[in-house]
């Protein structure tokens, strides 16, 4: 960087001296503030020399010795916009465009630094100072496309990263929202299995109670069937005790009707 700065100092002088054997076209008034803004150039007092140059150029607007300083002396304070500007009124020739180029160089515009170097050649292909600054803004230019694409592939892995990064947290909030469904169901299922153990404890309830008011009651069947049961002998006897009333009574019956049926008949005449 230090050649490059080197060269841009040259031409500054190398411009002056162009446009000092020039200022016989310009009148006094027009020389006299070029004097005075080459007198504050050289002792780097860039702004007191723009002033200077536009004074001359208010007397003289198609003055090229004043336009082509005043260009200087904007490149010199870093205002290489207004550099490029002063140096496009003017017509192009080797000094012009090598300073131009030396603009674009300094704003990093190198392919546009490259374009006016080449310009320069063309006019002066003997330029040293303009080959070296177009062979280093090609090499700045190179690097600058290898920096951009080198920027765009850390953009486009941050994006890709950002891209995962989403999709996980979007599997992630889904897996959430499953295993929220999934415990939602498995209460519900829980809950319905507590209602049914519910119920099935209320009715072992119900059947308990019925079961107790059964045994409560009082219970015919059970009570036959708690009763002892008749040998044989007591079942003989009370069936011949049975057999033998029948029969008396029987008898009994017998006698009434044949005393009722004699009592019936009428008495013999004799």
């Given at each position: 960087?230090?050649?490059?700065?080197?060269?841009?100092?040259?031409?500054?002088?190398?411009?002056?001296?162009?446009?000092?054997?020039?200022?016989?076209?310009?009148?006094?008034?027009?020389?006299?503030?070029?004097?005075?803004?080459?007198?504050?150039?050289?002792?780097?007092?860039?702004?007191?020399?723009?002033?200077?140059?536009?004074?001359?150029?208010?007397?003289?607007?198609?003055?090229?010795?004043?336009?082509?300083?005043?260009?200087?002396?904007?490149?010199?304070?870093?205002?290489?916009?207004?550099?490029?500007?002063?140096?496009?009124?003017?017509?192009?020739?080797?000094?012009?465009?090598?300073?131009?180029?030396?603009?674009?160089?300094?704003?990093?515009e190198y392919e546009k630094a490259i374009?006016?170097?080449?310009?320069?050649?063309?006019?002066?292909?003997?330029?040293?100072?303009?080959?070296?600054?177009?062979?280093?803004?090609?090499?700045?230019?190179?690097?600058?496309?290898?920096?951009?694409?080198?920027?765009?592939?850390?953009?486009?892995?941050?994006?890709?990263?950002?891209?995962?990064?989403?999709?996980?947290?979007?599997?992630?909030?889904?897996?959430?929202?499953?295993?929220?469904?999934?415990?939602?169901?498995?209460?519900?299922?829980?809950?319905?299995?507590?209602?049914?153990?519910?119920?099935?404890?209320?009715?072992?309830?119900?059947?308990?109670?019925?079961?107790?008011?059964?045994?409560?009651?009082?219970?015919?069947?059970?009570?036959?069937?708690?009763?002892?049961?008749?040998?044989?002998?007591?079942?003989?006897?009370?069936?011949?005790?049975?057999?033998?009333?029948?029969?008396?009574?029987?008898?009994?019956?017998?006698?009434?009707?044949?005393?009722?049926?004699?009592?019936?008949?009428?008495?013999?005449?004799?």
């Amino acid at each position: 960087m230090k050649r490059l700065i080197d060269v841009l100092l040259l031409c500054c002088f190398t411009a002056f001296n162009f446009n000092v054997a020039a200022q016989n076209k310009d009148n006094g008034a027009v020389k006299d503030f070029i004097r005075e803004g080459n007198k504050n150039y050289v002792s780097s007092d860039y702004a007191s020399a723009e002033t200077s140059y536009k004074d001359a150029l208010d007397e003289n607007p198609r003055s090229f010795i004043a336009r082509f300083n005043l260009g200087n002396s904007l490149f010199k304070q870093d205002k290489f916009d207004e550099a490029i500007e002063a140096y496009d009124k003017l017509a192009k020739n080797e000094d012009v465009n090598y300073n131009i180029g030396n603009s674009y160089l300094k704003k990093e515009e190198y392919e546009k630094a490259i374009d006016v170097y080449k310009e320069a050649l063309r006019k002066n292909p003997a330029d040293m100072e303009a080959k070296s600054n177009l062979a280093y803004a090609k090499k700045k230019l190179q690097e600058q496309q290898n920096q951009d694409n080198q920027n765009q592939n850390q953009d486009n892995q941050n994006q890709d990263n950002k891209d995962n990064q989403d999709q996980n947290q979007d599997n992630k909030d889904n897996q959430d929202k499953d295993n929220q469904n999934q415990d939602n169901k498995d209460n519900q299922d829980k809950e319905n299995k507590d209602n049914q153990d519910k119920d099935k404890d209320n009715k072992d309830n119900q059947d308990k109670d019925n079961n107790e008011n059964k045994d409560n009651q009082p219970d015919d069947s059970k009570g036959q069937q708690n009763q002892p049961k008749m040998s044989r002998e007591e079942a003989n006897y009370i069936l011949n005790a049975v057999e033998a009333n029948e029969k008396n009574t029987r008898e009994k019956v017998q006698k009434l009707k044949a005393e009722k049926a004699s009592k019936d008949q009428p008495e013999k005449n004799w």
